[in-house]
Antibody, heavy 128, light 112 residues
Framework: EVQLVESGGGLVQPGGSLRLSCAAF????????MQWVRQAPGKGLEYVSA????????FYANSVKGRFTVSRDNSKNTLYLQMDSLRAEDMAVYYC?????????????????????WGQGTLVTVSS | NFMLTQPHSVSESPGKTVTITCTRS????????VQWCQQRPGSAPITVIY?????PSGVPGRFSGSIDSSSNSASLTISGLKTEDEADYYC???????????FGGGTKLTVL
């Protein structure tokens, strides 16, 4: 079964750091671009970040650029999101998604916008 | 950059058909594929339509998608509504200008 399992969420003070992980099961992780999407309490979905299958390119929403870093370890089938300088507005459920859209070229696959599956999400609370 | 605009809410009776629209603010709706995802209360989203009009395995045939270049919009149509269809629905597409994914604001579907 194809599955994504996020972990690492929790309570952090403003200005603090947190690292999210997403473990992938049931598919060849290294063949797919991966993305992070978040949802603030009671709000809609917001794109956060993406990474190509070989990690040669990374992408960020303007709201997190310079503060968040996406990475992956294809040997461990795991996606990461390092979040630094956290703000109250970063408080959200963070979802890991496999990207089945995009395109492949030169041995790497790059993000599109078709997500399947979505992980169950991990909650990040930013509060003092 | 562009925005995807959806109605905040729609409601319809069981057994009926409902259509949710997603209008692109600039650039052509046909530039990049549109996807739709469903999010039931307290659950993670799942994709119900990809590449404008294709259904992932396991999604009922009652769900269909389309795009209309004349109105620069995409639509999700759900026929034979069931109470289990009550959820938030989001459209999404790709913005090549900043290489980001764009989500619509979401539409709350009430089946009553």
């Amino acid at each position: 079964e194809v599955q994504l399992v996020e972990s690492g969420g929790g309570l952090v003070q403003p200005g603090g750091s947190l690292r999210l992980s997403c473990a992938a099961f049931g598919f060849t992780f290294s063949n797919y671009a991966m993305q992070w999407v978040r949802q603030a309490p009671g709000k809609g979905l917001e794109y956060v970040s993406a990474i190509s299958s070989s990690a040669d390119r990374t992408f960020y929403a303007n709201s997190v650029k310079g503060r968040f870093t996406v990475s992956r370890d294809n040997s461990k089938n795991t996606l990461y999101l390092q979040m630094d300088s956290l703000r109250a507005e970063d408080m959200a459920v963070y979802y890991c998604v496999r990207d089945r859209g995009g395109y492949c070229s030169g041995g790497s696959c790059y993000p599109g916008s078709w997500f399947d599956p979505w992980g169950q999400g991990t909650l990040v609370t930013v509060s003092s | 950059n562009f925005m995807l605009t959806q109605p905040h809410s729609v409601s319809e009776s069981p057994g009926k058909t409902v259509t949710i629209t997603c209008t692109r603010s600039s650039g052509s709706i046909a530039s990049y594929f549109v996807q739709w995802c469903q999010q039931r209360p307290g659950s993670a989203p799942i994709t119900v339509i990809y590449e404008n009009n294709r259904r992932p395995s396991g999604v009922p045939g009652r769900f269909s998608g389309s795009i209309d270049s004349s109105s620069n919009s995409a639509s999700l149509t759900i026929s034979g509504l069931k109470t289990e269809d009550e959820a938030d629905y989001y459209c999404q597409s790709y913005d090549s200008s900043n290489e980001n994914v764009v989500f619509g604001g979401g539409t709350k579907l009430t089946v009553l």
